[in-house]
């Protein structure tokens, strides 16, 4: 069953969901860099792109999160909350 909330995340949520989704984009760029470079028969570009590309994707969408979380606040105040659906767990403090 989907439950449906009004959220405000902190800054560390925004920069770490913003650094995940990220990662995942620069998976996919990942998959590109590999076959273009091994069509092209470098495989230091195989290797660069395959660890390389992942990681300045997640340090780009840190940086689209961190720039990009003021107007998250304002907005996220002005409309009381953001509204998310999805699966929820509570975790108890401390973990």
């Known amino acids: 069953m989907k439950r449906r909330f009004r959220s405000q995340l902190d800054f560390l949520s925004v920069i770490t969901i913003s650094a995940t ?3 995942g984009a620069g998976l996919l760029g990942a998959v590109l ?15 660069m792109g395959l660890v390389v590309t992942p990681i300045t994707s997640a340090l ?5 999160g961190m720039l990009g979380f003021p107007f998250y606040y304002w907005y996220s105040n002005k409309i009381s909350g953001q509204k998310i659906s ?8 401390g973990d």
């Open 21 to 23: 989704l990220g990662f």
């Open 33 to 47: 860099v590999f076959i273009t470079a091994m069509q092209s028969g470098q495989p230091e570009q195989v290797i």
């Open 60 to 64: 780009g969408g840190a940086l689209s």
């Open 86 to 93: 999805g699966k929820f767990a509570e975790i108890p403090d």
